[in-house]
């Protein structure tokens, strides 16, 4: 069974940072796209960013230059690292990965439950 748990979240000023970290059980991100995914208060859940087996990364524009996500196979442990944190960027973040091999993302996700961040201006 597939095991997906966030941790790293919690609440800080402006401008400060936080790590993500997202570790698998019963997967492994080897040969697997995964992302990271988030929902702020009154949206939908949008997408933030990506990373394909072959380690090359994608970014949602508004965390571009700001946001830097990357995995540790050998851990089987996504990460999310967050910079210059702004309040709009308060949201709950979901880390997902694919459940499909493959060189791009299926979109077959598998979701974790969730970690809150929480930026105060």
């Known amino acids: 069974q597939v095991q997906l748990v966030e941790s790293g979240g919690g609440s800080v000023q402006a401008g400060g940072s936080l790590r993500l970290s997202c570790a698998a059980s019963?997967?492994?991100?080897?040969?697997?796209?995964a992302g990271w995914f988030r929902q702020r208060p009154g949206k939908q859940r949008e997408w933030v960013s990506s990373?394909?087996?072959?380690?090359?990364?994608t970014y949602a524009g508004s965390v571009k230059g700001r946001f830097t996500i990357s995995k540790d196979n050998a851990k089987n442990t996504l990460f999310l690292q967050m910079n210059s944190l702004q309040p709009e960027d308060t949201a709950m973040y979901y880390c997902?990965?694919?459940?499909?091999?493959?060189?791009?993302?299926?979109?077959?996700?598998?979701w974790g439950q969730g970690t809150q961040v929480t930026v105060s201006s």
């Open positions: 990373i394909r087996p072959d380690g090359s990364t």
């Open positions: 019963g997967y492994t991100y080897v040969g697997r796209c």
């Open positions: 997902a990965a694919d459940r499909r091999l493959g060189t791009y993302c299926s979109g077959d996700w598998v």
